[in-house]
């Protein structure tokens, strides 16, 4: 079973910055695109951002300029930069990846259990 371990979580102030990364297991064959999501209480997730295999990058609009999404498909990782943090971006990250494992013929999508950004004064 594909593993996925968010980190880097934490409470910042607002202006402030982190870094999350998510790594995957060593049972991955390979992955496709990866993306990071989040779910403020009492809201349904939303996309943050995504990156394909090739590095091509895309983000929802209220963290354009603010995020920058990364990867290394040497270490099966994905990174979130996140930048000017303000308040409304207080929620719980997960990393998600459209991965294949050993011995699997098809790709499946994979959550990791998420990590938790506070930004608050």
């Known amino acids: 079973q594909v593993q996925l371990v968010e980190s880097g979580g934490g409470l910042v102030q607002p202006g402030g910055s982190l870094r999350l990364s998510c790594a995957a297991s060593?049972?991955?064959?390979?992955?496709?695109?990866m993306a990071w999501y989040r779910q403020a209480p009492g809201k349904e997730r939303e996309l943050v951002a995504t990156?394909?295999?090739?590095?091509?990058?895309d983000y929802t609009y209220s963290v354009k300029g603010r995020f920058t999404i990364s990867r290394d498909n040497a270490k099966n990782t994905v990174y979130l930069q996140m930048n000017s943090l303000k308040p409304e971006d207080t929620a719980v990250y997960h990393c998600?990846?459209?991965?294949?494992?050993?011995?699997?013929?098809?790709?499946?999508?994979?959550w990791g259990q998420g990590t938790q950004v506070t930004v608050s004064s």
């Open positions: 990156i394909s295999r090739d590095g091509v990058a």
């Open positions: 998600n990846a459209y991965a294949r494992q050993f011995g699997d013929s098809a790709y499946s999508n994979y």
């Open positions: 060593e049972s991955i064959f390979s992955i496709g695109a």
